[in-house]
């Protein structure tokens, strides 16, 4: 098939008018979820194009949305695709400084906001940015003041149909334009707007078409950020395959999300299923041991049956009956009809993984980055290496360079960084392939395995290499770990500042009958460092020694993207950590003992 059919602008269109009737979005109202059907989708849509040529809004302009995700998210993106401008996503949780940079950089006429914080962050910058003409307020409850550029969207969108230029610039359309541009936020240096045109979204559309089994009877819950890359094209896909989303802007409610909407596909982080995972166990170590050696045996049974091309007799039956007694219940967790779960974005501990499958849910660990328009690589449905982050896609290619780097090429590869030749350049090698900056390994058997980040190993003061984000993710998955830093450039051994799960650990507290006054109070107590004591030396015990934490300090705060400490990607930004924590990582090297505090 031609990839111009796989324009994601017709794809949507073709959709619209197939399944007019039928549910394209649902979304949540005063605590109520209401639906939209694909036609009345499609029109919010072509009146949001229509206002945006009334504005004057040329081809390959851009426009900008700095807001959670909502339909009018969706809507104002494929508005822009319909009349060929570019939508520029900006992290809702951005600065006003941050802010500031991409609308400059990206020369943005017109940014869309979601809420008064946004608003607010805006105002602050508005003056600064000589290109912008209108801010748009996504929602009524926003209070604008008297800010000349500032409008509600209402007032926006209430212009006549400009049915003619639309049509036009529907029929000039080409693979070739721009359909986004994303800031990546990067752990060094200032942000790149990663350039990424109809043509790589198209290579990932009928890749996904090849890899996934998604129709119009599916349901997805969208709740990760659109101004990623992982959410944004992934509900891309979910229109392409004629399926309905579900919009969650509140993060907290994912639980009864689940319940409320039974999705049967949704994105996720490692983290959430870290969570899931813990508070399971956790369940299970309290119950009696009949009922524990009944739930061990059927996530035991559901691992070989998940694994297994073709199931005997015997296991059918097991399994039958493991689903019905255990596995059932824990999938009743994510709502009840969840099949597939795409997850990315960090590494996802074996262990987990399997967990997942053998209880029935099909989890999708995959690799990829902004530059690559999302999936480089996948698990397939069985057979897959949980250690490894999946094989390849179809149509991609990957070769291992210098210092084990992982360099691809393939169609869904970035045209570039938006006004940055150099940064372009030194971004590919000669022949093609895009660097990522990763370091990794393929096996004989086609299976992509990463190592680390190469600019993040460390090398401790006797020689030996260290993977940080290895470690953490050991360490990390535990209940009572919210965030781990772990320190070992230029030092004789690992170390780590460790922000607590306080939610985990003042449950912990109450039952041990803990006093105390504040957090900073509770991470002090000995017991509290005892118990993190064991729980780590446990964690790390498959470690070689060199590269177990020695040392740790308990923080009293997380790790936040308005100190700077983390991206919006939630990568540590271990320079400003660093600078940041230094006494306390100083203690931790002292010769008196003043780790664990």
């Known amino acids: 098939m031609d990839l111009l059919n796989f324009h994601f602008v017709n794809r949507f269109n073709i959709q619209a008018q197939q399944l007019a009737e039928s549910t394209a979005v649902r979304f949540l109202e005063q605590n109520q979820w209401q639906s939209l059907s694909w036609s009345a989708f499609h029109s919010q849509i072509n009146q949001l194009s229509y206002a945006l040529l009334a504005k004057g809004i040329g081809v390959q302009e851009k426009i900008g949305i700095f807001a959670h995700n909502m339909p009018r998210w969706t809507i104002t993106d494929i508005g822009a695709m319909q009349i060929r401008a570019i939508s520029v996503p900006i992290y809702a949780t951005n600065t006003a400084k ?19 914080e946004q608003y607010d962050q805006v105002l602050e910058i508005a003056n600064n940015c000589s290109q912008l003409t209108h801010i748009v307020a996504m929602k009524s409850s926003i209070e604008l003041g008297q800010h000349p550029l500032a409008c509600y969207w209402e007032d926006f969108i209430s212009v006549a149909p400009q049915q003619t230029l639309l049509e036009q610039r529907l029929a000039d359309k080409q693979l070739s334009d721009l359909f986004t541009l994303i800031y990546t936020s990067g752990t060094t240096g200032e942000p790149k707007g990663v350039m990424l045109d109809y043509a790589n979204l198209a290579h990932q559309l009928k890749a996904h078409d090849q890899a996934l089994n998604v129709d119009e009877n599916d349901v997805s819950l969208s709740f990760l950020p659109f101004s990623h890359i992982f959410e944004r ?8 395959r004629g399926a309905t989303n579900c919009y969650l802007e509140d993060t907290n409610l994912v639980r009864q999300a689940l319940v409320e909407t039974q999705p049967t596909t949704m994105c996720a982080v490692p983290r959430l299923y870290e969570k899931i995972y813990a508070a399971v166990w956790d369940k299970v170590q309290t119950a009696p041991a009949h009922r524990q050696a009944l739930f061990k045996w059927a996530i035991k049974v559901g691992e070989k049956y998940c694994q297994t091309d073709k199931p005997s007799l015997l296991l059918r039956w097991q399994y039958a ?34 967990f997942f499958h053998s209880i029935g849910i099909n989890i999708k660990l995959g ?13 397939q449905d069985k057979g897959f290496n949980p250690h490894s982050i999946g094989k390849l896609m179809p149509n991609v290619e990957v070769k291992i360079g210098d210092d084990n780097e992982i360099l691809v090429r393939g169609g869904m590869v970035m045209r570039g960084y938006y006004k940055k030749p150099e940064e372009t350049a030194q971004a590919f090698t000669a022949d093609g392939f895009l660097k990522t900056g990763d370091a990794g390994e393929m096996d004989a058997e086609g299976n992509l395995y990463i190592t680390d980040r190469i600019k ?50 003042e449950e912990y507290a109450k039952q ?17 460092v005892q118990m993190f004591e064991k ?21 009293p705060e997380a790790f936040t993207m308005k100190m700077e400490e ?32």
């Open 566 to 597: 983390i991206t919006p990607t939630l990568k540590l930004r271990r320079k400003v950590i660093l600078e940041r924590y230094k006494a306390q990582i100083e203690a931790m090297y002292s010769k008196s003992d003043h780790s664990k505090s």
């Open 321 to 354: 009956l493991a689903d019905k007694l255990v596995l059932s219940k824990l999938r009743a967790l994510l709502g009840g009809k969840m099949r597939m779960m795409p997850c990315g974005g960090a590494k996802l501990e074996p262990t987990i993984g399997m």
């Open 535 to 555: 729980r780590i030396h446990e964690l790390q015990k498959e470690l070689p020694s060199f590269e177990q934490v020695k040392k740790f300090t308990l923080l």
């Open 233 to 240: 094209a992934w509900v891309a896909y979910v229109f392409h």
């Open 512 to 528: 041990l009958n803990i006093k105390y006054h504040n957090r900073l109070d509770l991470i002090k107590h000995s017991d509290i």
């Open 456 to 505: 993040e190993l460390m090398k401790t003061s006797n020689g030996k290499y260290i993977a940080p984000q290895y470690i953490e993710g050991k360490i990390g998955k535990d209940k009572f770990i919210e965030q781990i830093a772990v320190i070992a450039d230029a030092k004789k051994y690992v170390s780590a500042l460790i922000v607590p799960c306080f939610e985990s650990l």
């Open 98 to 116: 941050q802010v500031e940079y991409i609308v400059n950089d990206a020369d943005i006429k017109i940014l869309f906001v979601g809420d008064q």
């Open 367 to 379: 690799y990829g980055m902004t530059e690559t328009t999302a999936t480089v690589s996948c698990w």
